[in-house]
C-alpha cells in the first residue's frame, strides 16, 4: 500500500528547514504559518516536535554554539605550546562551521532580540573569552605579537573564521581540510614571532 501525501518529519529534517528558512528570510520575519507552508505540514504538526519558534532557533544556534565548545574542550587536551592549541581550535571551528554550515550561519545572525538570542550571544561571549585566553597564553609563550591586545587578536582571527559563511560552500571545490589550511596559513604565519 502506497503512502498518500507529503511524508511526515522528525525534528531534525524540520529544523533543518527551519534553519533554512530563518536564514532566507530572517528570523523575525518568518513565523509558523511560513514553516508551515514551506514543510507542506500543519502548525499543529510543527507543535507536535517544539512548543515555539523560539524553541526553534533555541535548537539551531545551540547546534553551533555545542560544536565550538566541544572542539575548545578538545583544544585543552592538546599537548604543547598555547599557540599550537590556538592553531587547532581554528582548525576544528572551520570544521564545524563546514559541518554545520547553516546552523553556524544563524547564530552569527543573531541580534540579541529575543531571550533565547540573548542566551547564544552570551555563550559567544564566552567562546570568545576562550579564544582570547589562548591567546594570551601564545603571547606570555613569546609566539604571538605582543603590541596586539590579546581580545582584538581572537576578535580578528574568528571574524576571519567566520566570514567563511559569507563565501564557503562545501560541494565540490575545497575541503574542509584544504580551507583550514589556508585559513590558518593566513593568520598564523601573519601571528608568530620572526626570531
Known amino acids: 500500500m502506497t503512502r498518500r501525501g507529503r511524508p ?3 525534528l531534525e529534517s524540520l529544523l533543518a528547514v527551519a534553519v533554512k528558512v530563518f536564514n532566507e528570510r530572517g528570523y523575525e520575519a518568518t513565523s509558523m504559518e511560513d514553516l508551515s507552508r514551506r514543510l507542506g505540514i500543519t502548525k499543529s504538526a510543527i507543535y507536535y516536535h517544539v512548543p515555539s519558534k523560539d524553541e526553534l532557533l533555541r ?3 545551540d547546534r553551533a554554539l555545542d560544536g565550538l565548545f566541544a572542539v575548545a574542550e578538545e583544544a ?5 605550546p598555547a599557540i599550537d592549541r590556538l ?5 576544528g571551528s572551520i570544521g564545524v562551521l563546514v559541518d554545520r554550515l547553516p546552523f553556524v550561519t544563524l547564530l552569527l545572525r543573531v541580534r540579541g532580540n529575543t531571550k533565547v538570542e540573548r542566551a547564544a550571544l552570551a555563550r559567544r561571549r564566552e567562546f ?18 605582543p603590541d596586539i591586545d590579546p581580545a582584538v587578536t581572537a576578535r580578528l582571527l574568528f571574524g576571519t573564521v567566520n566570514s567563511l559563511t559569507e563565501w564557503y560552500r562545501p ?11 589556508a585559513v590558518c596559513a593566513v593568520l598564523f604565519d601573519g601571528l608568530r614571532t620572526t626570531a
Not at 560541494?171 to 589550511?181: I, K, P, Q, S
Open 76 to 80: 585543552r587536551g592538546v599537548a604543547g
Open 128 to 145: 570568545d573569552l576562550v579564544v582570547t585566553e589562548l591567546v594570551k597564553q601564545a603571547e606570555a609563550e613569546g609566539d604571538v605579537r
Open 59 to 61: 535548537l539551531a544556534v
Open 87 to 91: 592553531e587547532f581550535l581554528i582548525r
Open 171 to 181: 560541494r565540490g571545490g575545497l575541503g574542509t581540510a584544504d580551507l583550514a589550511n
Open 8 to 10: 511526515g518529519y522528525d
